[in-house]
């Protein structure tokens, strides 16, 4: 089973930066779609950027600008670059990924953005 590890979350102060990573592995199939989701406490999970394996990228609206989704095929990892993060964007991120099989989703990172 494909399985997806995430990193770099962590505590930040309003206005700074964090790069989360998530790597895939296991998978004998071709992953056409990677991203990232995140889930604040009491809320549900929300779309934060997606990325297909020919670099098209989807961003929410309250992302843009900010946010900046990337991948590298050959290492199947895909990245998460957050600048000028905000107390709303303190949330647990969740990698997720799509091959022909199906979808996979990781374990989580949280991200707490202090005031």
């Known amino acids: 089973q494909v399985q997806l590890v995430e990193s770099g979350g962590g505590l930040v102060q309003a206005g700074g930066s964090l790069r989360l990573s998530c790597a895939a592995s296991g998978s004998r199939f071709s992953i056409y779609t990677m991203g990232w989701y995140r889930q604040a406490p009491g809320k549900q999970r929300e779309l934060v950027a997606v990325i297909t394996n020919t670099g098209s990228t989807n961003y929410a609206d309250s992302m843009k600008g900010r946010f900046t989704i990337s991948r590298d095929n050959a290492k199947n990892t895909v990245y998460l670059q957050m600048n000028s993060l905000k107390p709303e964007d303190t949330a647990v991120y969740y990698c997720?990924?799509?091959?022909?099989?199906?979808?996979?989703w990781g374990k989580g990172t949280p991200v707490t953005v202090s005031s």
């Open positions: 997720n990924a799509w091959d022909s099989k199906g979808d996979y």
